[in-house]
């Protein structure tokens, strides 16, 4: 079975750092591009990162120059280190060997991560 479990979420102050982490495994990991989801309250599902099977990475453009995207292709593992958060980067974080067509989710998901940024 496909599995990707997400982790690292927290309750941050602005400014602060937070990485998750999303542990995959069932498929072929190394071979697959990865990306980060976000979800926040009351919100439609936002693009955040991917990073593809070769490494190369991209980011929209709210992120750009804040979150990083990573892989450790021996841990089956993807990472989003995130920097200088912000309150609108509050969210539900998923990880995802697919992507979001529309409103449709392709690929598999895992259960998400709660990031919170509040003083």
């Known amino acids: 079975d496909v599995q990707l479990q997400a982790s690292g979420g927290g309750l941050v102050q602005p400014g602060g750092s937070l990485r998750l982490s999303c542990a995959a495994s069932?498929?072929?990991?190394?071979?697959?591009?990865m990306r980060w989801f976000r979800q926040a309250p009351g919100k439609g599902s936002e693009w955040v990162s991917t990073?593809?099977?070769?490494?190369?990475?991209t980011y929209v453009d709210s992120v750009k120059d804040r979150f990083t995207i990573s892989r450790d292709n021996a841990k089956n593992t993807v990472y989003l280190q995130m920097n200088n958060l912000k309150p609108e980067d509050t969210a539900v974080y998923y990880c995802?060997?697919?992507?979001?067509?529309?409103?449709?989710?392709?690929?598999?998901w895992g259960r998400g991560t709660l990031v919170t940024v509040s003083s």
């Open positions: 990073i593809n099977s070769a490494g190369s990475t």
């Open positions: 069932g498929f072929s990991f190394s071979y697959s591009d």
């Open positions: 995802t060997n697919g992507d979001l067509i529309g409103r449709i989710r392709t690929g598999f």
